[in-house]
């Protein structure tokens, strides 16, 4: 069974619902009807009444009638009586047949054979005993003819109102669904493109669906950032795996077709054994780079004194504290991930001593301006040319590869700039050729909260 869309649905209902409110609406008008009709026929009365009232007088005991009495006027009947009750202007209408009493200022219901009538009086004196009295009357409509009139003009009008309705709902309901078949279609652009570079965009101004649209375009690059890490990851790992790989199973080859010596035979596991740490090693990397690209590495973040923590991690590394100078300037705390800032220091620590002179010196500080903490590495190697600057944040981008006796994976820079980003930092660095370089890690000292993702 074909599923009902959602417009369909609304059309549906918005058009029973005015429907019911149709009905609703005709049931009061006729149930309302008669007292509509009564008030109406009283106020027109008494609107006429008054108007002639300032057309008559007794002048000498002569009744005077100005020019603009009228006898008959919208249905009501004026007529003028002298004080002993008779008719002295006017002519009865003939449904009138009944004697009523009169009685001032008093607006009453008379009933004939045919006719109900509204009748009203109004005695005006002249001087102690004299007087005329002025009496209204006006045919009241029969209420169960209107009644009828009402039933069949809603009769007659239900199907036009009901078509009407129908299409007012329907347009209503595709203006407003309108935001959203614009989404469907650029979703399955995506889809049938298979290129997640695309976005929603909305002309419409509606809130939900607004928001709705940016959380598909939060969706979709997320989903684009996910496999464009993947790809990254995919092709950077087939790529650098690719050497100690070869180098494993040129060795294995060897040592199957010749008759090694033991100390070659030593000499081979040893080279397949640097192989395979290299290749754990970046592997490792790797996967954690890929962590962070994803925003699904670890974060922790913590309230660190950033001296303290570079001492730590200095003495625990084990390095020549001869050639290893550490300057802490300042106490001011930051907030961040204790295991990756620990990571970002030993990275640039051993990038200062690999890439540095055979006995030279790298040079570590921290210190603080008035909004940031710096923490500062220096050493007095090879330095980086201004070809090659912007280049060294690459992944497995290498200034010299031959100082990192093929220990180095190219990584670590990269690495440090995303530890940095994922703590809110920046990373500048200064370099002179055959002088030295300086890398510089910026982070704010207030705590920021959350980790921003990368």
């Known amino acids: 069974m074909r599923k009902i869309s959602a417009k369909i649905q609304i059309t549906i209902w918005l058009t029973i619902l005015m429907m019911a409110l149709f009905l609703l609406l005709s049931v009061f008008m006729v149930l309302v009807s008669g007292t509509v009709i009564m008030q109406t026929e009283i106020s027109q009365l008494e609107s006429t009444v008054h108007n002639n009232i300032s057309q008559v007088e007794l002048l000498n005991g002569k ?50 054979d045919t006719t109900q009538y509204l009748v009203t009086d109004l005695w005006l004196p002249s001087g102690w005993e004299n007087g005329i009295w002025l009496r209204s009357l006006i045919a009241v409509p029969d209420s169960g003819n209107v009644v009828r009139k009402l ?8 199907p036009v109102f009901v078509c009407l309705a129908s299409l007012g709902s329907y347009l209503i309901a595709k203006r407003a669904f309108s935001p959203l078949d614009s989404m469907i279609e650029t979703a399955e652009a995506i889809n049938e493109a298979k290129d997640l570079s695309g976005r929603i965009v909305l002309k419409s101004e509606n809130e939900e669906f607004t928001r ?173 040319p201004d070809n090659q600057k912007e280049k060294i944040w690459q992944r497995f981008y290498q200034v010299d590869p031959a100082r990192s006796s093929g220990r180095g994976t190219g990584l670590g820079l990269s690495m440090v700039q995303q530890i940095a980003k994922a703590h809110r930092g920046k990373m500048t660095m200064e370099s002179v050729s055959d002088i030295g370089s300086k890398f510089t890690l910026h982070l704010p000292k207030k705590n920021f909260g959350n980790f921003i993702q990368i």
């Open 63 to 112: 009744l005077q009638i100005g020019q603009d009495f009228q006898h008959y006027q919208n249905g009501v009947t004026t007529l003028i009586y002298s004080g002993s009750k008779a008719l002295l202007s006017g002519q009865i209408p003939v449904a009138f047949t009944v004697e009523e009493p009169f009685s001032h200022g008093f607006t009453r219901a008379v009933s004939t």
């Open 212 to 384: 709705l649209a940016d959380t598909f375009n939060g969706m979709f690059e997320r989903l684009e950032r996910s496999f464009e890490t993947e790809k990254q990851f995919t092709s950077d790992a087939s790529h650098e795996l690719r050497t100690p790989v070869s180098v494993i199973q040129s060795a294995c080859e060897c040592s199957e077709k010749f008759d090694n010596t033991p100390e070659e035979r030593l000499e081979t596991i040893r080279m397949i054994r640097r192989q395979a740490e290299k290749m754990s090693a970046l592997i490792s990397q790797l996967l954690s780079i890929t962590r962070m690209d994803q925003d699904t590495g670890l974060i922790n973040p913590d309230d660190i004194d950033l001296g303290e923590l570079v001492n730590a991690v200095c003495q625990e590394c084990g390095y020549d504290m001869e050639r290893l100078s550490v300057e802490i300037h300042s106490k001011a705390k930051v907030s961040g991930d204790p295991s990756l800032l620990s990571r970002l220091v030993r990275n640039l620590v051993d990038n200062g001593f690999k890439y540095g002179k055979p006995d030279g010196r790298v040079w570590v500080t921290v210190s603080e301006t008035e909004k940031e903490v710096l923490l500062s590495v220096a050493d007095d190697g090879i330095g980086i």
């Open 151 to 158: 039933s069949k003009i809603s009769l007659v009008s239900l």
